[in-house]
T-cell receptor, first 112, second 113 residues
Framework: EAQVTQNPRYLITVTGKKLTVTCSQNMNHEYMSWYRQDPGLGLRQIYY???????DKGDVPEGYKVSRKEKRNFPLILESPSPNQTSLYFC???????????FGSGTRLTVV | AQSVTQLGSHVSVSEGALVLLRCNYSSSVPPYLFWYVQYPNQGLQLLLK??????LVKGINGFEAEFKKSETSFHLTKPSAHMSDAAEYFC???????????FGKGITLSVRP
């Protein structure tokens, strides 16, 4: 089954404790992206990757890092999480050209 | 840069009434357009998409949307609302050049019995 898999689904952590949210896709998509969803703000892009070793900032990149060492994986790293990063996070992937996207199930992160 | 405008944050309709959720976009190139639905505590589900074929697009659950280039709009409609349509709806536009998908702020649909 074609899918984007995010882990974990839920995470509660403390301020400053490094964490990684994993994202993996099995469709050989070139493009991958991370979004955060906050009430009243919709989904905002954090980082994206056009292909292996090619990443760039989205609209709200501060406090986040990403890497794309393999085509299928695109982890989101929070080196020093803060409470304002409490949010619902989605990973997405697509072929180049933007005709259609597959989304992961989401990761609900709470930073206390 | 592309953008999406969804006016208002909440729409309430009676069961059986017409559903109309508005979406306007800006894009420097011919866009691909999407509507997603998110039910409470769930992920995103694709309702329908426009990828430059027919301008009237039919989606799942009886929803449809019409691409109007002259109005830069992609409004979502359903002739008769059902209680199960209560959810948050997001309009999105993608950039063919860099594949970036940009979302509107979303609109919550409530359906009254």
């Amino acid at each position: 089954e074609a899918q984007v898999t995010q882990n974990p689904r839920y995470l509660i952590t403390v301020t400053g404790k490094k964490l990684t949210v994993t994202c993996s896709q099995n469709m050989n998509h070139e493009y991958m992206s991370w979004y955060r969803q906050d009430p009243g703000l919709g989904l905002r892009q954090i980082y994206y990757s056009m292909n292996v070793e090619v990443t760039d900032k989205g609209d709200v990149p501060e406090g986040y890092k990403v890497s794309r060492k393999e085509k299928r994986n695109f982890p989101l790293i929070l080196e020093s999480p803060s409470p304002n990063q409490t949010s619902l996070y989605f990973c997405a992937s697509s072929y180049q050209g933007g005709r259609g996207y597959t989304f992961g199930s989401g990761t609900r992160l709470t930073v206390v | 840069a592309q953008s999406v405008t969804q006016l208002g944050s909440h729409v309430s309709v009676s069961e059986g009434a017409l559903v109309l959720l508005r979406c306007n976009y800006s894009s420097s190139v011919p866009p691909y357009l999407f509507w997603y639905v998110q039910y409470p505590n769930q992920g995103l589900q694709l309702l329908l998409k426009y990828t430059s074929a027919a301008t009237l697009v039919k989606g799942i659950n009886g929803f449809e949307a019409e691409f109007k280039k002259s109005e830069t709009s992609f409004h979502l409609t359903k002739p008769s609302a059902h209680m199960s349509d209560a959810a948050e709806y997001f309009c999105a536009v993608s950039d063919r050049a860099n594949s970036k998908l940009t979302f509107g702020k979303g609109i919550t649909l409530s359906v009254r019995p």
